[in-house]
């Protein structure tokens, strides 16, 4: 049921709102299970962590748990390209570079320094603060999976359809080119898609999560979180103390509810072509819309306030869906 107040419910006089049913049905599986198989008013602290990871790693900021630049010794530092020799070698205790081929290499317990090169390649860096690129230049095209283990981790997927995986620990995750797919695991986590079609996952903690150029997929998990569309028709998922910034494109905004949650999910980028989805506890719960100060909207489920959507001017009630648990 949508109940409208003040001036939202004014300007309602005449439109059409269809109320409609379900679910969002995003599907994945178990990145853990395949991996096995194979072998409040503020937003959160975590926000903008001022500029990409790229970038970051360009400048020879510490990030993770390895100097950027710390491979330097074989190539350029940052998420920038590592020479491929024919075969695997190790440069230094820590540092291994894989060959123009397939390659399976695994870290030690300490603080590793990994690379790929070309190739579809698994990298496990295991314990300690460890530095992974999938490939050995931006634009190279495997397809890799990383997995930092535990430890404050730095994966670079580079070019392909790359599969990063955080682990424990607050790790920095950069899909690169490829339609990549990012978790983060537990702790406070930096995950970039950058180009192409992604899915970041958050996860535990309190993560920042950037989906870049293409249509991506972003996952807040628990904590609270901040999501960037960017560039693209993105989907963004919220829950209780998490900050949503579609970017450009007609973004959708998928607000979780739980009954006695804290905290309000904000909405800070509304615009026309963008909709929201809202996750209902049962068909017996009222949605109400009302104004705010300031422009904005908020949305309360059985007069809780779940969502607030920042200067709202553009919101338009056929763009509020509600969805229900599956019976």
Known sequence: ?????????????????DLMSGSAEDEWDDPDAEDQDDGAGEPPANADPGGSLLDMLDQGQQVGGAPAGAGDQHGSGGCGPDPS??????????EVVGSSGNDSIVGSDGNDDLSGGKGD????????????FGDDAYDAAGNDLLDG????????GNGGDDLLLGGDGDDRLFGGE???TLFGGAGDDWLDGSAGDDWLDGGEGDDDLS???GNDTLIGGAGADSLHGGEGDDVLHGGAGDWLDGGEGDDLFVVSYEVGQDGLVHITDYAKGDRIEVTM???DTALTVADDEGGHAVLSIDGEPVVRVMDAAGLRLDQITLAYPQP
């Open 1 to 17: 049921m949508l109940i409208l107040a003040g001036i939202l419910g004014a300007l309602a006089a005449g439109a059409a709102f």
């Open 178 to 180: 490829g339609d990549d």
């Open 85 to 94: 020799p024919t075969d695997a070698v190790q440069i230094a205790p820590g």
């Open 281 to 283: 506890p049962d068909r």
């Open 211 to 213: 989906g870049g150029l």
């Open 121 to 132: 390649d698994t990298l496990r860096g295991l314990d300690g603060d460890d530095l992974i």
């Open 149 to 156: 283990g535990a430890g404050n981790d730095t994966l670079c």
